[in-house]
């Protein structure tokens, strides 16, 4: 069973930084498609950044593009999400989300939320 934990939120100020972690088990990055999401209060869930083993064309959401950045550590199981710059909008509940064997490209993934395994949140607050 494929299990994500999400973590590293918390508070910061405009323009500063932040790393989120999501920890993989269950899994390992052979063939996969990964996911960062954020839900803002009253907003709908949107895709913020996905990557995966076959696609090298990583997606970021244009309102992150030049600012956050995804990474992958295999040996460690976990994806991060760096987020630099930070501005009050990007306020939100943060999730990962997996799946494997994918067949579809990044932007796919991020447009439609279509994988199969998902984290708790962990929730970013920026100040102004």
């Known amino acids: 069973e494929v299990q994500l934990q999400a973590s590293g939120g918390g508070l910061v100020q405009a323009g500063g930084s932040l790393r989120l972690s999501c920890a993989a088990s269950?899994?390992?990055?052979?063939?996969?498609?990964i996911g960062w999401f954020r839900q803002a209060p009253g907003k709908e869930r949107e895709g913020v950044s996905c990557a995966s083993s076959h696609d090298d064309s990583t997606y970021y959401a244009d309102s992150v593009m030049g600012r956050f950045t995804v990474s992958v550590d295999a040996a460690k199981n976990t994806v991060y999400l760096q987020m630099n710059s930070l501005k009050p909008e990007d306020t939100a509940v943060y999730y990962c989300a997996a799946t494997l064997i994918p067949t579809y490209g990044n932007a796919y993934y991020c447009a439609s939320q279509d994988l199969d395994a998902w984290g708790q949140g962990t929730q970013v607050t920026v100040s102004s």
């Open positions: 269950g899994f390992t990055f052979d063939d996969y498609a």
